[in-house]
Antibody
Framework: EVQLVESGGGLVQPGRSLRLSCAASGFTFDDYAMHWVRQAPGKGLEWVSG????????GYADSVKGRFTISRDNAKNSLYLQMNSLRAEDTALYYC???????????WGQGTLVTVSS | DIQMTQSPSSLSASVGDRVTITCRASQSISSYLNWYQQKPGKAPKLLIY???SLQSGVPSRFSGSGSGTDFTLTISSLQPEDFATYYC??????????FGQGTRLEIK
């Protein structure tokens, strides 16, 4: 059974940093690209960042470019999101999602909540 | 970036109704269009991939069509469990993925 478990969320002041983690199991992690998708309270889904299976291809939404860094450790079956210079508008539930062969988000975690507030 | 525009943003319908949601891309995305269903407090669930292919386990009352820039999601006969928010998502640009703004389907 595929499982994606996010952690690392919490309350953080504007301008500070936070690192999210996603622990994956139930599939061959290093065969797949992985992504982060966020959802602000009461709002829609927003793609944040994605990383290919070997970290050779990485992309970011314009809203986080230069502030967030995605990475993965295939030996640990883990995905990360380093978030720097956090802003109030980064407040959201952050989902880790597996990117399947059909270019879909076929599995999602339950999300970790990041709240940016003073 | 490729912009995805869904319509309507909200919709009221009754059990048994046929419902159609549309999604338009700002440029051609071939058939790299997926549909998701999200219920309150839950992660999104994949319904349709590649514009018209039904994800395993999804009821056949859900269907998708379209290619290029215009796409539709149709629910042929609404069931109580179908009241949720629906999102389209393009994966033509795999490191510039975008979602539609969502369509909230409510009970009339």
């Amino acid at each position: 059974e595929v499982q994606l478990v996010e952690s690392g969320g919490g309350l953080v002041q504007p301008g500070r940093s936070l690192r999210l983690s996603c622990a994956a199991s139930g599939f061959t992690f290093d065969d797949y690209a992985m992504h982060w998708v966020r959802q602000a309270p009461g709002k829609g889904l927003e793609w944040v960042s994605g990383i290919s299976w070997n970290s050779g291809s990485i992309g970011y939404a314009d809203s986080v470019k230069g502030r967030f860094t995605i990475s993965r450790d295939n030996a640990k079956n883990s995905l990360y999101l380093q978030m720097n210079s956090l802003r109030a508008e980064d407040t959201a539930l952050y989902y880790c999602a597996k990117f399947g062969w059909r270019r879909t988000f076929d599995y999602w975690g339950q999300g970790t909540l990041v709240t940016v507030s003073s | 970036d490729i912009q995805m525009t869904q319509s309507p943003s909200s919709l009221s319908a009754s059990v048994g109704d046929r419902v159609t949601i549309t999604c338009r891309a700002s440029q051609s995305i071939s058939s790299y269009l997926n549909w998701y269903q999200q219920k309150p407090g839950k992660a999104p669930k994949l319904l349709i991939y590649a514009a018209s292919s039904l994800q395993s386990g999804v009821p056949s009352r859900f269907s998708g069509s379209g290619s290029g820039t215009d796409f539709t999601l149709t629910i042929s006969s609404l069931q109580p469990e179908d009241f949720a928010t629906y999102y389209c998502q393009q994966s033509y640009s795999t490191q510039g993925i975008t979602f539609g703004q969502g369509t909230r389907l409510e009970i009339k």
